[in-house]
């Protein structure tokens, strides 16, 4: 009998074989990078005398005491700790591109400034301080090693936010709200956050200090403008939608400085005579109660993106009629289920607009 003769499959190779293998060598070339590894001792005494820095774009110190505790416990294990990021700079100190909870954590810890909290595997070491361990532990401690990846100053300004994102990016360590800061730096960013400074702002729209800090003041601004001027062009996916926008605008502004000035004037005067709408008609502002410390986001998107289209139809807009505001249509609206759906955003971002409207004077 005969042997079937084998079949050799044919491959198929893209046309644009060249330009692929081209971009990624390309891509490549843009990060460059070495492995370090220091102890413990020595990370904290660099990061003390400022020779790693935390940019801008970082969170602030959030992580609560439990979180530090389990991070510390991990130390003294001896487990195995994530690579740190570091990017190199041009005077010689060291970027923290993702770590800086860590640093902070470790140095606050051997200044005694942390307590050990419902850890683990070392209950015996509830409560105590750094200087409170026994000298052998403490000696170990400090000699504990953390390796850590870091970009050299060739690597690229764009190439280093990317490395920052995707680090990040589906974390439960960063929101996007914080990611954004690293990752789409610019001129319309810094903006955002220039407006969620605002005093008449904070005022009307209270959030918890940790949302404060994790960046919900610009994740709420952001909103406002990116849906005043497209909520009819969303489909899904808040975070892909509101970062396109964020893109678009940087690039904008880099190829026409005059129209960024333009643009950011009128973005100013929209969002400043929304708030000021809001201080004389909404006597809670965006919360639900005057005693309220936070502010739904789909609360906030409605009434902030629904006064701003009435006014630009009515710019002197005086309603005499608010009762709707306290109604169940709008509670209904305005709950959590679905509350990212396309359909859902645009109802309840036009009731607002439509309610004002028809009860003008």
Known sequence: MAKAKAVTPTLNFPANTEEIEKQIIEKQREIDYDTKEFTVELLVDKFDRGDFRIPKYQRAFVW?????????????????IPFMFMADTEDGTLEVVDGAQRLNTLSVFMKDKLRL?????????????????PPSQQRKFKNRTIRMIVLSDKTTAD??????????TGSDALKHSEVRKGAYSGPFYSFVSECAGRSDFMLLCP???????????????????????RYGDFTHDVAKFLDQYIVEKNKAYKADPAFADRDLQQKKHTFGSMLEFIRHWFP???????????????????????????????PLLRPHDMSWLDSSKFAQLTTTHGA?????????????????LGACI
């Open 64 to 80: 609560a005491d439990e979180r530090q505790s389990r991070f510390l416990e991990s130390v003294i294990l001896g487990l195995p």
């Open 117 to 133: 909290s419902k850890l683990g595997e070392l209950s015996t070491l509830t409560g105590l301080v750094y200087s409170e361990l």
């Open 159 to 168: 190439a280093k936010f990317s490395v920052f994102e995707r680090i990040n």
């Open 207 to 229: 959030v918890g200090e940790g949302p404060a800090k994790r960046g919900e003041r610009e994740e709420l601004v952001l909103r406002f403008f990116v849906y005043f001027e």
């Open 284 to 314: 809670s502002g965006f919360a639900k109660t005057k005693a309220a410390k936070t502010t739904p986001r789909v609360r906030f998107e409605a009434i902030a993106v629904g006064v701003a289209l009435a006014l630009q139809q009515k």
């Open 340 to 356: 990212n759906s396309a359909p859902r955003l645009r109802a309840r971002i036009e009731f607002v607009r439509d309610s004002l």
